[in-house]
């Protein structure tokens, strides 16, 4: 993929996983634990931001910012409102950081280690890595969003 195929992808899936927290009909429900799930989708998408703020916005931006992984998963670090407004900035970030990227660049080995199956790391390596790992946790997020909004859209 070159670098105007992860700005259309990521785009897209980072305006989709704004989608989602917007339609959480309250904050109980973005915090909501269901049975046989692991995370509730605020966790869900505080990772998110996390991971893609360190990985593209930091490494590959420059953006200054400082990750707390623990608190993605064990704490409420954003409302509802805050994680939207999180996500415009995340979604600045990301795509501002990729339409500065070149073909050399995508080729230069990635500055920090990340996947232990590739010897090699290029710059597009982890950005794939990068974009399946969003699509995936959206996946989850839109699990737990429409289990905890069912009765809800049911009206």
């Known amino acids: 993929m070159n670098s105007r195929i ?18 959480y009909h309250s904050e109980h429900a973005l915090w ?8 509730p989708g605020g966790n869900l998408c505080q990772h998110l ?3 893609l703020r360190t990985y593209v916005g930091l490494t590959l931006g ?4 400082v990750r707390d992984r623990d608190a993605e ?6 409302t509802q409102a805050q994680m939207l ?17 070149d073909e050399q660049k995508m080729e230069e080995e990635y500055p920090r280690h990340v996947l232990d199956m590739f ?18 946790h959206l996946g989850h997020l839109n699990y737990h969003r ?6 809800q859209t049911a009206h």
């Open 6 to 23: 992860f700005v259309t992808l990521f785009s897209r899936d980072l305006k989709k996983l704004r989608k989602e927290i917007e339609q």
């Open 32 to 39: 909501l634990p269901l049975p046989g799930t692991i995370n």
């Open 49 to 51: 931001i996390g991971n």
């Open 62 to 65: 420059g953006n200054a910012y």
């Open 73 to 78: 998963f064990n704490q409420r670090t954003f």
């Open 85 to 101: 407004s999180e996500l415009d900035q995340l979604h600045e970030i990301v795509i501002g950081t990729l339409e500065q990227l």
């Open 119 to 136: 010897p090699e790391q290029t710059v597009r390596i982890v950005l794939t890595h990068l974009f399946a790992h969003l699509s995936w």
């Open 146 to 151: 429409r289990w905890v909004t069912q009765d």
